[in-house]
């Protein structure tokens, strides 16, 4: 079946520092990927996402390539502000079968210091 | 000016009473879903609508029940609450079959099975 797998959290970053949070992913096909975030006490909210492979997503200054030979679209930021601090969950849409439902993987909470 | 709200926003009630947590939309999107967040489960879908009377199972679904008898709202029911069902529920809403375009969630309601 379709599954997503991230790496675990937390991860804690000095402020300015790089950013990359694992996502690799089971699928048949060309399943179509997001990054979403969830800040504290609230839902998630798209960040980004991209629909076929070599596709790059971007948004507020992260973006994840969508990497078919490797199952892969992690997720980067240059430079991570301590407002980045939130659970970030990387998920897939299916491209056939699985209902055309959303798919997530178990998150990952960054927390981002000064 | 939130397209989707949950409530209440916190439950707390007692093991084998009933329960209903309510979703309502202004966007006039198709599609509604029910997931519940648990800590290493991510988010894991309950139930889904693609339409006012059409209602699927999800995953999780043992234990819930739905209904959606007009576009807006989505009532997801507890049907005897018990201890494992003590979790954040989040509803989500999305125009596009299987969110392609990215789902809209509301902030959750936390429920506590006593």
């Known amino acids: 079946g379709n599954s997503v797998t991230q790496m675990e959290g937390p991860v804690t970053l000095s402020e300015e520092a790089f950013l990359t949070i694992n996502c690799t992913y089971t699928?048949?096909?060309?399943?179509?990927l997001f990054w979403y975030v969830q800040y504290p006490g609230e839902g998630l909210q798209l960040l980004l996402k991209?629909?076929?492979?070599?596709d790059k997503g971007s948004n507020k200054g992260f973006e994840a390539t969508y990497r078919k030979e490797t199952t892969s679209f992690h997720l980067e930021k240059g430079s991570v502000q301590v407002s980045d601090s939130a659970v970030y969950f990387c998920?897939?849409?299916?491209?056939?079968?699985?209902?055309?439902?959303?798919?997530f993987g178990t998150g990952t909470q960054l927390k981002v210091e000064l | 000016d939130a397209g989707i709200t949950q409530s209440p926003r916190h439950k707390v009630t007692e093991t084998g009473t009933p329960v209903t947590l309510r979703c309502h939309q202004t966007?006039?999107?198709?599609?509604m879903y029910w997931y519940r967040q648990d800590p290493g489960h991510g988010l894991r879908l309950i139930h889904y609508?693609?339409?006012?009377?059409?209602?699927d199972k999800g995953e999780v679904s043992d234990g819930y029940s739905v209904s959606r008898s007009k576009t807006e709202d989505f009532l997801l029911t507890l049907e005897s609450a018990t201890s494992s069902q003590t979790s954040v529920y989040f509803c989500?809403?999305?125009?596009?079959?299987?969110?392609?375009?990215?789902?809209?969630f509301g902030s959750g309601t936390r429920l506590t099975v006593v």
């Open positions: 989500a809403i999305s125009e596009s079959q299987g969110g392609f375009y990215g789902y809209t």
């Open positions: 699928a048949t096909g060309y399943p179509s």
């Open positions: 991209a629909t076929k492979a070599d």
């Open positions: 998920a897939l849409l299916p491209a056939t079968g699985g209902g055309n439902k959303l798919t």
């Open positions: 966007e006039n999107h198709r599609y």
């Open positions: 609508s693609y339409g006012v009377k059409d209602t």
